[in-house]
């Protein structure tokens, strides 16, 4: 008798255990969220050396916005930053706090 995998969908590997699944993490919202925290370490570190080299690579003077920067022979980070970067623009926002750095 042979024996053959049985074949699974991934809607199904991706479940909780709970839920009858294996409990595997999806890959494809994995790597969204991990390019997602670049774009927004790109917004919020201004000064880090890697945001330096990747704006003066891919745009150069100009100001970010998510139609900056596509040219065809881009790194796969750099394009996924920026199919990405509406996405993190709207999950961004400012924590007031006291008040007291931020101006009206």
């Known amino acids: 008798m042979e024996r053959k995998p049985h074949l699974v969908a991934?809607?199904?590997?991706?479940k909780e255990k709970t839920q009858g699944g294996l409990g595997i993490r999806s890959m494809r919202q994995l790597n969204l969220a991990f390019v997602m925290k670049l774009g927004w370490r790109l917004k919020t570190e201004p000064s880090a050396l890697w945001v330096h080299i990747l704006k003066e690579k891919y745009i150069g003077r100009r100001e970010l916005s998510s139609r900056a920067g596509r040219p065809y022979s881009c790194s796969n980070a750099w394009r996924g930053i920026m199919e990405t970067l509406e996405l993190t623009n709207q999950g961004m926002g400012v924590v007031v706090g006291s008040g007291r750095q931020t101006e009206f």
Not at 10 to 14: L, S
């Open 10 to 14: 991934w809607d199904t590997v991706i």
